[in-house]
Structures are given as C-alpha cells and as structure tokens.
C-alpha cells in the first residue's frame, strides 16, 4: 500500500512523534517527503 | 493542525499531486486524529489556517492502522510505536480516522489509488 508513494508524516507530541513515524515508514517502501511532531496543548 | 504545517502540505499537494501522496497522523486521540485526518483532506474545519476552505483531497491514513503496520517492518515498528500502541485508543482511532478517508478522500483504503 505505501510502497514507492509518498508521505507526510504529521506526528503527535502526546502521540507517536513524527520520528518514530518516520523510522516505521522509511521501512515501508515510502519516500518521506516532510516529516513533524505537532503539540496539541 | 498548526498553520505553518497547513501552508507545507498544501506546497506539498500542489507540487506532487494527490494520487501518489499519503499523509500518516501520529495523533493520540480519536478527535485530535480526526481533526487532523479532515484537515488533509477536506480543509481546516476551524477555518483558521491556509487550508480553509481547500479540499485537497488527500488520504490520511493512522500510524496504527493495520494496513500501515502491515507495511513496516515488524521489529522496527514494535521498537518504535509498539508502547504507544499498547496505551491509546486503537479502535476509536482507527475507526474515525477511516470514516474520515473514505467521506473526504474517495477510499477507506487502497481502492482509489
């Protein structure tokens, strides 16, 4: 499903960062195109 | 979702395309998800930020969702969200995260591709 499509990663402070989303994704075939960990506070 | 990353995906749609592009939320709860989810997709439902009113159309999909877990590798995945995933609200937020792509984004998953 992900493999050679293209990602945004919107991660989540209180959630799961966007690094670690990043790192799972990397794995999937997607090229990471921008990658952030937003605060919802 | 925060207005300098609203202006990014927008870039980012306008420049790639929606076919090709995912956008995958880290989010913790259902509501934030799905905010997040309808942001992409459907534009900025507080009318706040450059989405407003833009309807990219772009799929959002949940980190914890089976389809996206499926398609990383297992020890890397565990390493990285498996804590989380223990601890949130899966099913909430597989569910709203779901509805919303396939109400705004054509697809509940791999279908419109």
Known sequence: MLKDRKAIILGDRDGIPGPAIEACIKTSGAEVLFSTTECFV | MDLANQARVKELAEQY?????????GGAGAESSGIAAETVSNGDPSYAGPLAGVQLGLKP???????????CDPEVYEEQVGMMEMVLDV?????????????YAGSASEEGR
């Open chain 2, 61 to 71: 999909y949940h980190i914890l969702e089976p389809q996206v877990k499926g398609d």
């Open chain 2, 17 to 25: 395309g929606k076919n090709d592009l995912v956008v995958i939320l």
């Open chain 2, 91 to 103: 099913d909430a937020i597989v569910k709203e995260v779901s509805s919303i792509r396939e109400r």
